[in-house]
């Protein structure tokens, strides 16, 4: 009687029962519960662990699903001018006329003149009335002769910056623009002289002037350049038509 008596230990309670019956049946599927055998290595574990810095790592970042828009337009810009055609690569490194010829005045410049010839032809098609240019008004005369001179002098300094001349033939819009100042010089100059030397006889035959007419309406044709430069002109066109 004189022995202290240990107190009784208390009933577990239902909460502790299942909370020992849950941490059992997790031992079992991870294979550290004692029926097994005693603790096996941790795979599942050391998954959810690996995981779990994974997305510690990332933190609140959201994954990327679609690209940025700048990223992709930059990306197909690059893949346009890979390889792109430069008239500029078969050009002298150095010479005056090369110098002029990279130059973006003298580029803005020509697209200015090609621009203006074509109003021009507008106006002389509705106000000159001479089929040759021998018979026509002072202003015509000289309007003609500067675009003639500064269309031929064009053509000679880009053709004076190709390091080898025979690049020049293998370039189309250097071969296109030689062909319609070529016309330039023909209606111009040749028909004109050949009319001052013969004093209009044998000039006067519908189908020359006919050919003369068309000769002046071929220089249209070069604002096909104009277009390539500001494509912008020809979607405005496409939207009148």
């Known amino acids: 009687m004189d022995a202290e008596q240990e107190p009784d230990e208390a009933p577990p309670s239902p909460a502790s029962g299942r909370l020992q019956r849950r941490n059992s049946l997790l031992g079992m599927l991870r294979g550290k519960s004692p029926a097994f055998g005693g603790s096996q290595p941790d795979e599942a574990s050391d998954i959810d662990s690996d995981a779990g810095k994974g997305f510690a790592s990332r933190g609140s ?30 050009y002298k ?39 040759l240019l021998l018979y026509a008004q002072p202003q015509f005369v000289v309007a003609e002769n500067l675009f003639c001179v500064y269309f031929t002098v064009e053509i000679i300094i880009r053709f004076g910056a190709f390091k080898d001349k025979r690049s020049a033939c293998k370039d189309g819009w250097f071969v296109f ?65």
Not at 202 to 229: C, E, H, N
């Open 61 to 90: 970042a959201r994954p990327v699903i679609f690209p940025d828009a700048d990223t992709v337009k930059q990306a197909i810009r690059d893949n346009l001018l890979k390889n792109q055609y430069n008239v500029h690569d078969f």
């Open 93 to 131: 490194q150095e010479g005056c006329f090369q110098r002029i010829a990279r130059s973006t005045y003298f580029e803005h410049a020509t697209l200015l003149m090609i621009a203006i010839n074509a109003l021009w032809i507008a106006v002389d098609t509705d106000n000159n009335s001479s089929d």
């Open 177 to 241: 623009d030689s062909a319609v100042v070529s016309l330039m010089i023909f209606e111009t100059w040749l028909i004109t002289m050949i009319a001052a030397l013969f004093s209009g006889n044998g000039i006067q035959d519908t189908t020359v002037l006919r050919l003369v007419r068309l000769l002046r309406l071929s220089r249209m044709t070069r604002v096909v350049r104009l277009l390539r430069a500001f494509p912008e002109l020809l979607i405005l066109l496409n939207g009148m038509v």
